[in-house]
């Protein structure tokens, strides 16, 4: 009995997972991750130079528009998880049959989210932003940019085949195509380029439905003609099953929810800020962007620590979770304490990417020092949060983040009513720290080995 305990012991403290295999899968979702970053990034940097009206706006109606999408990412991370299990059980033709269920479901939830955009967004924003000019710019670039929720809840799910069978390349075409498409038609559409017309904030609201266009058409094209249909069951008709879609949405949906409170937290969070006046939202605007590019390997490993954590644990070894994550960890540490420090080195050459107005540019490198610091704890507070839904129990992870949440709006809450812009943004040291200590404790002490799904 004894060596049994300490052989157990020591499998927890190995894993079969080399560096070299989380790399692999981490290195193109970053750059997948990019896709809808650099969309944010080449919104930014190109309006923030018209002025910090459209600079904000574009941030607030793309944070609206985005809050929508989490739906849909929330979905697909319920997907990820099964196909991750079914590719560590071996079972590769199920994978088609549960990606047929989801394209199913996502279709009717991209007609119902175009629905909520198309009548409800402008008196929605009109609600929620108190500055006049920035609500009606944000409403001109929403009237656009809502047809693409058609795409992109088809391009979460793509992203989420791949990634739950290890085969992260393609995510790194569609990246470049999509960066391609949007930096080029932001400069055509914003500014009035090769005969066009200038459109401002609507230009640039267009060049994203037409780069996430793009990225719908590659994602369907590659995966008919690169993707064995026989060996995974793909693009076959497969009855709708009740009972499989169940147990899907049975893991899905609390992702979902979840995801709908952390990016409408988010949301919230610039809500209260632009109650601070167009001043310190229009920091954050820059300051938001800068660290969306910070994070990116954050969230690369995080999806790496939730499909393996799903995959070893369909391999029968689920014993070599905790050790595999400190791997991911280390990985997402050391990545992260890189950009950081060159970001906290150079603050104005960045902030300068964004905007020429130079006391726009001091008022937010204090701000840019905060979000460094949150970079390196999300580096891993992230990772064992996602491995919390890795395990299946996606309910557990919803109800984690949703205590923590009610804790976070309290805290940004109370900054916005007593302190400078670079103290609101600590809220983010406050969110990863118990974030992360109670994901972790869930992974080493709660029971999840033998959970099925």
Known sequence: MLFCVIKKKENMLKTSITNREIWRIAYPIMLGNLAQTIITFTDTAF????????????????????VFTTLAMGF????????????GEGNLKQIGVIF??????????????????FFFSEGLMRIIIESENICNSSIEYLNIRRFGII???????????YVGISNTKVITYSTLLMAVVNIFLDWCLIFGHFGLSGMGIGGAALASLMAEFAAFCFFWIYTFFTIPHEEYGM????????????????????????????FGAWFVFFILIEKMGETAIGVSSVVRSTYMILIIPVFAFAATANTLTSRIIGEGKGDEVMAMLAKVVKNAF?????????TAILPDLILRIYTDDMNLVNASIPSIYVICLATIFGAVSMIYFEAVSGTGNTSAAMALEFGVLILYIAYVYLMTKT?????????????????????FLYIWKADWRKRAI
């Not at 600590?426 to 109670?438: C, L, P, Q, R, V």
């Open 76 to 87: 697909a991370v319920g997907i990820q998880i099964f196909i991750a299990r079914r590719f």
């Open 419 to 439: 302190s400078p812009i670079s103290s609101v943004w600590t809220a983010e040291w406050f969110y990863d720290i118990i974030m992360g200590a109670i994901s």
């Open 100 to 117: 047929t269920h989801g394209l199913f479901f996502v279709l009717l939830l991209g007609i119902l989210l175009l629905g909520i955009l």
């Open 235 to 262: 693009f076959r008709r497969h009855r709708l099953q009740p009972a499989l879609m169940g147990s899907i949405l049975k893991v899905a949906f609390p992702c979902m929810i979840q995801r709908l409170f952390s």
């Open 47 to 66: 309006l923030g130079h018209l002025g910090t009206i459209e600079l904000s706006a574009s941030m607030m109606a793309g944070l609206f528009y985005y």
């Open 151 to 161: 795409f992109v809840v088809f391009n979460f799910l793509f992203r989420s085949f």
């Open 334 to 342: 050391f990545c992260s304490l890189v950009l950081a420090v060159a």
